[in-house]
T-cell receptor, first 113, second 116 residues
Framework: SQQGEEDPQALSIQEGENATMNCSYK?????LQWYRQNSGRGLVHLILIRSNEREKHSGRLRVTLDTSKKSSSLLITASRAADTASYFCATAVFSSGNTPLVFGKGTRLSVIA | GAVVSQHPSWVICKSGTSVKIECRSL??????MFWYRQFPKQSLMLMAT?????????EQGVEKDKFLINHASLTLSTLTVTSAHPEDSSFYIC????????????FGPGTRLTVL
């Protein structure tokens, strides 16, 4: 089952611009993570934000979390052509000991040089 | 670091044959491993949760007799696609959880399966 819904589904920007991707989810979560996936490749973990955090930074990445709205955003500043990839949010819902990550539909980002 | 490998990285097989995909945690023990499937330009869909020494738990709509999962050791889980058909062509990704912390989940590089 999928929990997250990202928007936009596809985003095309010029190099140097900022890219903002949003993710909404349905149930209460323990944490929310963002991943990047280059075409046909595996996942690269970008950042994790816990449910009691509102904002987190890592390099050119800024993630926000609004648990009241069940939404998160990922901002990539000063984008580069190498940032071209699909970006997924994934949520962890703590239940019994097994807690898979549930992925959103993803945003395909194209950064044009 | 925590490294998860998958083998093979890609495989092409004929319709009706079976294919085994291995997922290994190289430098940690994984009591739980997860298998995901990803169709082109789509997201990852959880197929099953695999616990060492017990039967896998399959997500709704995933045929357990078609996708056989074995988690025989703390470092190895296998997914066997039995009697593969072209519609099984997909990218299969495993992840392994280290310990009980929810964020201690590490992903393999994926296996591209093409069924002719």
């Amino acid at each position: 089952s999928q929990q997250g819904e990202e928007d936009p589904q596809a985003l095309s920007i010029q190099e140097g611009e900022n890219a903002t991707m949003n993710c909404s989810y349905k149930t209460s979560i323990n944490n929310l993570q963002w991943y990047r996936q280059n075409s046909g490749r595996g996942l690269v973990h970008l950042i994790l934000i816990r449910s009691n955090e509102r904002e987190k930074h890592s390099g050119r990445l800024r993630v926000t979390l609004d648990t009241s709205k069940k939404s998160s955003s990922l901002l990539i500043t000063a984008s580069r052509a190498a940032d071209t990839a699909s970006y997924f949010c994934a949520t962890a819902v703590f239940s019994s000991g097994n807690t898979p990550l549930v992925f959103g539909k993803g945003t395909r980002l194209s950064v044009i040089a | 670091g925590a490294v998860v490998s998958q083998h093979p990285s890609w495989v092409i097989c004929k319709s009706g044959t079976s294919v085994k995909i291995e997922c290994r945690s190289l430098d940690f023990q994984a009591t739980t491993m997860f298998w995901y499937r990803q169709f082109p330009k789509q997201s990852l869909m959880l197929m099953a949760t695999s616990n060492e020494g017990s039967k896998a738990t399959y997500e709704q709509g995933v045929e357990k007799d078609k996708f056989l999962i074995n988690h025989a050791s703390l470092t190895l889980s296998t997914l066997t696609v039995t009697s593969a058909h072209p519609e099984d062509s997909s990218f299969y990704i495993c992840s392994a959880r280290r310990g009980l912390a929810i964020n201690e989940q590490f992903f393999g590089p994926g296996t591209r399966l093409t069924v002719l």
